[in-house]
């Protein structure tokens, strides 16, 4: 009886490790896809003008469109973003909340390298251009207005995990910074937070 309890117990759990997502090889090839969504907080500020900053918790995404070119190496070209609605400004030490129609933007695109190590922990940079928006709607009225475009960088460390031959999930690390000039004056955004992924390989996982 004692047996039979242990047996079952190991079948169990041999059976609930066999349902877990297994850990993505290194090994990849064709065109590569990797989605990334996720929340976090994000601050635009101004150099040059009293120390302003536009700030708050926002919503952040990356979306990469490329290939493998090695096994554990993707290049792609990708779509970064950070939206903040109702943010706060600041400016001299006050600070004063917006409504909800008023909402903050920072985004860019650019020219990206992701290297997966065997495990399925990557590591992931892009470098580009970016520009900021500010716009405030109201009913079927909205104003908004655009910043130059200057540097826009993106960081990515994750995890991922093997749901299927050709499919992956995880959870990474996300930041973005740049520098931005709008009528003369100097911003560095800086965003920061955690997206959840997924990926999607062409050629497969081997």
Do not use: C
Not at 39 to 51: I, K
Request: charged share 15%.
């Amino acid at each position: 009886m004692r047996t039979s309890g242990k047996t079952a117990i190991l079948m169990g759990l041999a059976l609930a490790l066999s349902l877990l997502p297994h850990t993505v090889s290194a090994q990849k090839s064709g065109f590569f896809f990797r989605g990334n969504v996720g929340f976090g907080y994000t601050t635009l500020n101004a150099d040059d003008v009293g120390d302003t900053k536009i700030k708050g918790g926002s919503g952040m995404v990356a979306l990469d469109f490329g290939t493998f070119f090695k096994d554990n190496v993707a290049v792609y070209g990708e779509i970064f973003g950070s939206s903040i609605t109702g943010p706060e400004l600041e400016s001299g030490g006050v600070s004063i909340s917006t409504s909800n129609d008023m909402t903050a933007t920072l985004f860019g695109v650019g020219v990206g390298v992701t290297v997966y190590s065997a495990s399925g922990v990557y590591f992931g940079g892009t470098v580009g251009m970016a520009r900021m928006r500010l716009e405030y709607s109201s009913g079927s009225a909205s104003v908004s207005g655009d910043s130059d475009m200057g540097l826009g960088l993106s960081v990515l460390v994750g995890k991922e995990w093997q749901v299927g031959n050709r499919w992956g999930l995880g959870v990474s690390g996300h930041g973005m910074t740049g520098r931005i000039k709008d009528s003369g004056d100097n911003w560095t955004p800086l965003a920061f937070g955690v997206d959840f992924t997924f990926t999607f390989v062409k050629g497969g996982y081997r």
